[in-house]
Structure formats: C-alpha cells, structure tokens
C-alpha cells in the first residue's frame, strides 16, 4: 500500500523549473550561450546549503560577466516565475482525502525557497523536504534515506515522481515506487494507475 506520495516541485507541480533551468536563466541574464556556461559546482553547493548567496553570485561573475553582472535581485525575477501544472496540482490536492500523506521532495536555493513558501507554493503539501534545508540534495542517497527516516515507512510504501531519471533511481534502487515525470497528463495517469493496484482506489 502507498502511505506517502512524493512530488517534485520544478517540471512535476510546475511545467518551469525543468532540467537546465538555472543555468538557461544565468546564461540569459550575461548574455551568453546556455552551452558556454557550466555552472553545475556551483548550483550543487548552493542547493545543499554549502555557500552563501553572495559567495554563488560573485563565483558565477568572476567565471562569466563581462558586460554586465548577475545579481540576485535579477536572479529571482526570473527564476521566481511559476506555472503550475494544473492537473498534477489537481491530482495532489485528491490524495490527502485518501489518508495519503502528500508532500515534496525538491532541489531548491533558499533564495527560491523562501519567496515560494511566502507566495503560498507549498500549501497543502506536508512535509515539504527542501535540498537547501537538509543538506543533501537529490540524487544524494542520503536524501532518500533521511525522507524515510522522517516519514518513518517502508520504502515500498512511497511513491515518488521526478522529472530527473538520475532522481529516480536512487528512490528505486531502495524500493520506492517512482514516476517519471514527462508531461502532466502521463504524470496523473501514472499515479493513478498506481494507486489503483497498491491501494484500490480510483481517483
């Protein structure tokens, strides 16, 4: 039986935010050919928590700006752009009226994570399991682990669904159920066809 469903937030709740994303919005605001910047050391730490905002900023202009500097205030606007996926978000807001636990489990800055909580984003969703706040950032397996511990249930009775196979499989490999997310109507569909063989239940 499910007892916990997982969503991501960027690419499963949102149809923004997929794989690429920050570094699209960077290369965007320098100026430059998203294939000219690799950001991806950068991004890594600031997810976990491991750098200030300012040290990312600083890093990105000393590697990247020329003509013109990312700041933070132009960072947000851009990446604080939300489109919510209405049938995914429709599908989440069902599953607590069937005893299941719903919830997130996303890579996310606190830069982003704060104005999301404040604009309302995580609401109904409980826990929220943010990479900035715990440390660890999928597909970290510590991450997997300490969502278990938290949520204190087997891993077989969780379902988890990213827009990132490398996300999934460490949720797999430890025996969760897991989608993967490519567009919305395949994500309802898969959840359901899901929940309808663990638990019986037609949504």
């Known amino acids: 039986m499910i007892k916990a469903v997982l969503f991501d937030f960027g690419g499963v709740l949102t149809e923004t935010g997929k794989r690429g994303y920050i570094t699209g919005v960077v290369a965007e605001i320098l100026g430059l050919p998203p294939e000219t910047v690799d950001i991806a050391d950068l991004h890594a730490d600031l997810r976990r928590g491991n750098i200030q905002e300012a040290d990312f900023f600083a890093a990105i202009n000393q590697r990247y700006a020329k003509n013109k500097q990312l700041t933070k205030d ?26 299941i636990v719903t919830g997130i ?78 567009s919305p109507d395949q994500i309802v569909a898969d959840v359901k066809a899901i929940l309808k063989i663990e638990n019986d239940i037609d949504l």
Do not use: W
């Open 74 to 99: 132009e960072f947000v606007a851009k990446t604080e752009l939300v489109n919510l996926s209405p049938q995914v978000m429709d599908l989440a807001r069902q599953l607590p009226r069937h005893g």
């Open 105 to 182: 489990l996303s890579n996310v800055f606190s830069v982003n994570a704060e104005r999301l909580r404040a604009r309302g984003y995580y609401d109904g969703f409980d826990p929220v399991f943010l990479s900035c706040e715990i440390g660890y950032a999928k597909p970290d397996p510590g991450i997997y682990k300490y969502v278990l511990e938290k949520l204190n249930v087997r891993p077989q009775e969780i379902l988890f669904i990213d827009d990132q196979e490398k996300c999934t499989e460490p949720a797999r490999a430890l025996g969760m159920h897991v989608v993967l997310a490519m």
